[in-house]
């Protein structure tokens, strides 16, 4: 309690002093945003236009569903209304259906890569980060487009869904600007990624937004998925660096991604399961082989 | 057969130390149950040759354990806040919805022992039979995840 306590206390801390600095920082940020932006804007020279099944498939390895469909309770496809409990408060996830008024039937693609890569509202303020666009920053210019073609094909789904319940202020959200300078990769360089797990694990399946450790102010500092032991819902969360899953095998992590099961015959839960049974279950198998491959590769380190 | 009977007896008894009663007895089942999935998941994934019997003997193991499922977690103060549990409350309090995954579980591992039991040899390559029981075995698995997706604390 008294470390929650502290968290909130700081943040609230943190949050005045961001405000205060808010006007150098938005200058600033916004700068960073729009290279970003140009620089997506200028990749992949043989970008065509979305297909919409390779969308789900991007849909499905970025975790949309899981968190914008409330499976539970019943809900509609990508109709939102799903919780996500943290120390900031409750972040209800929004509609994100092809319906013009509640769900983002009335966006451009640049729109969607605006949310994606740069964590920008339509209305330019910012997203508060339980949206994962630090990972999802490096996101490439054909999944962008592909993911919209899917998203504009799904049911429209006229519902809006609850306000987040926060601890914070909605004007801290100015303050965001801040903490995008900070905690967003600076360039957009998805051909950093030679190796297709490698951008499947830090982009889109943004692995890293649980399972590397969060600074006070909600930050991923360092990006190494050495694990975090208050992760979302107060759940501890492994580790999952090649140290860390020596024991296990390639084909064991391909298995994984598609049931849930350890080498050991146990089946996870949480939210991994919904990651799993709504993601990437429904991955090729090449995909859920090179996630593996990159998980047990020398450039996903050790434990420290 | 004996070895996997002494795998289970040794996983038994490393499994889950400091519980005790029903606590003790419902994770000896799913350590049991582990085992078997263990044993099923290392001929899917290639690593151990394709065996009926032993496919059998898991979904036997299963339909026993998803019968019992409701009876190993009484509505009782042990049971509940017993040493080492990892029983989640809404258990109790989303019962049905929790009895209702046991025997969607029991049903899934009913239809996997009869898919075992008619793959007679000869009849179709080892991949069928692997691809049949490869279905099988996850739509029985689907309940695994699921149940502990809402009714069991997950720890490092």
Redo the contacts between chains.
């Keep these: 309690m008294r470390a929650r306590w502290i968290i909130v206390s700081l943040a609230v801390c943190a949050v005045v002093i961001s405000v205060s600095a808010v006007a150098y920082a938005h200058a600033y940020n916004t700068r960073l945003e729009q290279a970003r932006f140009a620089l997506f804007a200028a990749s992949d020279a043989a970008y065509s236009a979305g297909d919409s099944e390779r969308g789900e498939s991007v849909a499905r390895a970025a975790g949309c569903i899981a968190c914008h469909t409330d499976t539970d309770n019943g809900g509609a496809l990508l109709a939102g209304g799903v919780e996500l409990d943290s120390p900031f408060g409750i972040f209800v996830s929004p509609n994100i259906t092809s319906d013009r008024t509640s769900g983002i039937g009335s966006w451009t693609v640049d729109m969607l890569a605006q949310a994606l890569l740069n964590g920008r509202r339509p209305d330019g303020a910012h997203y508060w980060p339980a949206f994962p666009y630090p990972a999802y920053a490096v996101m490439q210019r054909q999944d962008i487009a592909d993911l919209y073609a899917w998203l504009q094909s799904t049911d429209p789904i006229q519902e809006s869904s609850p306000e987040h319940e926060l601890r914070i202020p909605d004007f801290a959200r100015a303050g965001l600007g801040i903490w995008k300078t900070l905690y967003v990769p600076v360039d957009y360089q998805p051909d950093r990624f030679i190796e297709r797990g490698e951008y499947l694990v830090e982009g889109p399946a943004h692995c890293a937004e649980c399972h590397a450790k969060r600074n006070l102010l909600g930050g991923v500092p360092d990006r190494q998925l050495s694990g975090n032991s208050r992760g979302p819902e107060g759940a501890s969360v492994p580790a999952i660096t090649a140290d860390a899953l020596r024991d296990w095998g390639i084909d064991d992590l391909v298995f994984f991604l598609e049931i849930g099961m350890t080498p050991e015959g146990d089946f996870t839960g949480g939210h991994m399961a919904a990651v799993i049974e709504q993601g990437t279950a429904h991955l090729s198998s090449a995909d859920r082989q090179a996630m593996a491959t990159y998980l047990k590769s020398a450039a996903n380190g050790g434990d420290e | 057969m004996l070895g996997l009977g002494v795998m289970v007896v040794v996983s038994q008894a490393i499994a889950h130390t400091g519980a005790s009663g029903i606590v003790k007895e419902r994770m000896d089942a799913m350590s049991m149950?582990?085992?078997?999935?263990?044993?099923v998941?290392d001929m899917?994934?290639?690593?151990t040759a394709f065996n009926k019997e032993a496919v059998e003997m898991a979904a036997f193991a299963f339909i026993k354990h998803g019968e019992q499922i409701p009876a190993l977690f009484p509505d009782t103060e042990m049971s509940r806040t017993g040493s080492k549990t990892e029983a989640l409350p809404a258990i109790w309090t989303e019962w049905d919805d929790f009895v209702a995954l046991a025997t969607r579980f029991t049903e899934d591992s009913r239809a996997l022992a009869a898919i075992a039991t008619e793959l007679n040899a000869g009849e179709q390559s080892i991949d069928e039979k692997s691809r049949a029981v490869r279905t099988a075995f996850?739509r029985a698995?689907?309940s695994?995840?699921?149940?502990?997706?809402?009714?069991?604390l997950?720890?490092?």
């Design positions: 149950l582990g085992d078997h999935a263990k044993s998941g899917l994934k290639g690593k996850f698995s689907k695994c995840s699921g149940c502990h997706e809402r009714f069991r997950e720890q490092d």
